[in-house]
């Protein structure tokens, strides 16, 4: 779980840039409230207003599974 450990850290430190790294350029986001949408620079934006607040923080995030080529 390596990969899933070095994004934990990351999102512990709030490096955004780091954290933006995880993800590839073709990244979609689909909200599945109204299954609109968002791309990477798009998520990019939320994640760094995320990151920012000294009150955010990731809850009950565990990784289930992870190889070379896939985090779930």
Do not use: P
């Not at 850290?9 to 979609?28: G, I, L, Q, R, W």
């Not at 909200?31 to 995320?50: D, I, L």
């Not at 009150?55 to 190889?67: D, G, H, P």
Request: charged share 30%; with cysteine.
């Amino acid at each position: 779980m390596k990969l899933y450990q070095a994004l934990k850290k990351a999102n512990e430190e709030a490096d955004h840039e780091k954290v933006m790294s995880f993800y590839h350029e073709n990244f979609e986001f689909i909200r599945h409230q109204t299954g609109t949408t968002v791309n990477k620079a798009e998520f990019s934006k939320f994640v760094a207003e995320g990151n920012s607040k000294s009150t955010s923080k990731m809850a009950m995030a565990r990784c289930i599974y992870e190889n070379d080529d896939i985090m779930v």
